[in-house]
């Protein structure tokens, strides 16, 4: 499979807790986003990279989240201190700059639960 | 803000076409249309997207307004697996070759019934 994969795909913490996503996007994309998407809303979007740099977060995104994409190929996503409010789904998509209107993809997503 | 709206709900018959609704009424002329669905508790998988011709692949066939300011996503045969919240979106081009992030709606629930 050459889709944009996600790991975990489920995880239940306590509060308090920290929790780190992994994201691993189609080889030869170089854009990479992060969603978030709570129930019954639209995903929202919090940050994105391009290669390894961080060009754009959403002031979703606080000081508990923080990203990373160290070698432009996989991101992390890590959350500090987890809340019940942190309860989500976390998407990760990738695409390719400069390709069809750079088309984003998407994977299946990190269930997060918080206790 | 989402610049589409959409129809909260719709149902389809299986084996008919469904067609879902989109308004964009304030679309400009580098902004292109898209469409999404998600599945439950999968992410969302892409279908489609257009700027001002109508398109056709594998999935579906989106229809444009001549003025653009309103599209129709038609999946020919629906069938239960089609099941699924679409997304109607619209793109900016912020620079040559590099658009904005997506911006999702609530959607449109479509039930394919048996």
């Known amino acids: 499979d050459t889709g944009v994969s996600q790991d975990p795909r489920h995880k239940i913490t306590k509060r308090g807790q920290n929790v780190t996503f992994r994201c691993d996007p189609i080889?030869?994309?170089?854009?990479l986003y992060w969603y978030r998407q709570t129930l019954g809303q639209g995903p929202e979007f919090l940050t994105y990279?391009?290669?390894?740099?961080?060009?754009?977060k959403s002031r979703l995104l606080s000081d508990r989240f923080s990203a990373e994409r160290p070698k432009g190929s996989f991101s992390t996503l890590e959350i500090q201190r987890t809340e019940q409010g942190d309860s989500a789904m976390y998407l990760c998509?990738?695409?390719?700059?400069?390709?069809?209107?750079?088309?984003?993809?998407f994977g299946p997503g990190t269930r997060l639960l918080v206790l | 803000d989402a610049k589409t709206t959409q129809p909260p709900s719709m149902d389809c018959a299986e084996g008919r076409a469904a067609n879902l609704p989109c308004n964009h009424s304030?679309?400009?002329?580098?902004?292109?249309v898209y469409w999404y669905r998600q599945i439950h508790s999968q992410g969302p998988q892409y279908i489609i997207h257009?700027?001002?011709n109508n398109e056709t692949n594998e999935m579906a066939s989106l229809i444009i307004t001549e003025d653009r300011k309103s599209s129709t996503l038609i999946l020919p045969h629906a069938t239960l697996r089609d099941t699924a919240v679409y997304y109607c979106?619209?793109?900016?081009?912020?620079?040559?070759?590099?658009?904005?992030?997506?911006?999702f709606g609530p959607g449109t629930s479509l039930s394919v019934i048996p």
């Open positions: 979106i619209v793109r900016s081009e912020i620079l040559k070759t590099s658009y904005d992030k997506v911006i």
């Open positions: 080889s030869e994309h170089n854009r």
């Open positions: 990279f391009q290669n390894e740099a961080q060009l754009e």
């Open positions: 998509a990738s695409s390719l700059l400069g390709g069809r209107q750079e088309t984003q993809y």
């Open positions: 257009g700027l001002k």
């Open positions: 304030t679309i400009s002329g580098n902004e292109y």
